[in-house]
């Protein structure tokens, strides 16, 4: 069974697989436009103080952390 924790609790340089994204209707829908989407890999390039960078799908994305809160990943 996989462990299932919010994208900010992934330390730098992993990678993991989106599982769900706790967020409303619109939030959902822009990640998903995004390249965020179920099962999707994602790496966590680097962690700073207000936000992160990491890579789906071969394009790099900057998230708040509030955002990352929301997207839970699992390490499988």
């Known amino acids: 069974?996989?462990?299932?924790?919010?994208l900010i609790m992934v330390p730098e340089g992993k990678e993991c697989r989106?599982?769900?994204i706790h967020g409303g209707r619109g939030l959902t829908r822009h990640l998903t436009e995004m390249g965020f989407t179920y099962h999707a890999p994602v790496k966590v390039l680097r962690s700073?103080?207000?936000s992160l960078i990491v890579a789906?799908?071969?394009c790099k994305y900057a998230l708040s952390k509030g955002i990352?809160?929301?997207i839970m990943v699992g390490e499988c």
């Open 1 to 6: 069974m996989c462990k299932v924790m919010p």
């Open 18 to 20: 989106i599982s769900d």
């Open 48 to 50: 700073e103080k207000g």
């Open 56 to 58: 789906v799908n071969g």
């Open 68 to 70: 990352a809160m929301k």
